[in-house]
């Protein structure tokens, strides 16, 4: 398996997670040594972000979205690092959520998409961000995505702010877009209808 840098995509309720977590248990039952990791990291930056998320921390405009891309792209340069540290050790390092997330999310949210596109693209060139050899985006249509929310919604008495439907559409739009905006990169897109078992064999169908 040449890919050593693997990143799972998707909109809320896509079961990216489920699919990352079930990847990363194959790889090791074939021997595989596998860092999991996930973004926001569970650094003192990305825990920032989540409880900012949580809270719903708004401000006016513009500022929210500036303020969210330079979070998630400081946590990201930490983040580096240590995927960096863990790959020179032989591993394959396999993450829930990249830089992919934070491009299409603000995108979706109306902020400046040359200013993000800017900024990343420096911080890849510079060596601070790195680019996934493979990203797998698990492709659920928002109608289906919803529905799962809903359900777990029930399960934790909470909904995060990104999931409704309106928001689910356009974001899903804009990953499915990334294949365009990011043409050098290795993105998959995956049918992430059906059983997760039915979803998990089609990734590795493609591996």
């Known amino acids: 398996m040449k890919e050593k840098f693997i990143v799972f995509e998707g909109i809320d309720g896509s079961g990216k997670s489920t699919q990352f977590k079930l990847f990363c248990e194959k790889l090791r039952e074939m021997g595989c040594d596998v860092k999991e990791t996930r973004e926001p990291t569970r650094e003192l930056i990305g825990d920032l972000i989540s409880k900012r998320l949580k809270e719903k921390t708004d401000l006016p405009g513009d500022v929210n979205g500036l303020i969210y891309t330079l979070l998630f792209y ?14 020179e050790k032989g591993k394959i390092v396999v993450s829930d959520r990249n830089y992919h997330s934070t491009i299409a999310y603000q995108q979706s949210q109306g902020f400046d998409t040359d200013f993000i596109m800017d900024f990343h693209r420096k911080l890849v060139k510079s060596g601070h961000v790195k680019v996934p050899d493979l990203v797998f985006f698990v492709d659920l249509p928002a109608e289906e995505a919803i529905k799962r929310i809903d359900y777990r919604a029930k399960q934790k008495a909470r909904v995060e702010i990104f999931e409704h439907i309106k928001f689910l559409k356009k974001l899903r739009e804009n990953y499915l877009k990334l294949k365009d905006v990011l043409k050098d990169e290795n993105i998959k ?19």
């Open 189 to 207: 897109i995956i049918d992430g209808t059906g059983t997760k078992e039915e979803v998990q064999e089609r990734i590795w169908k493609y591996l």
């Open 74 to 87: 400081a946590d990201r340069i930490e983040h580096n690092n240590m995927i960096q540290k863990e790959l």
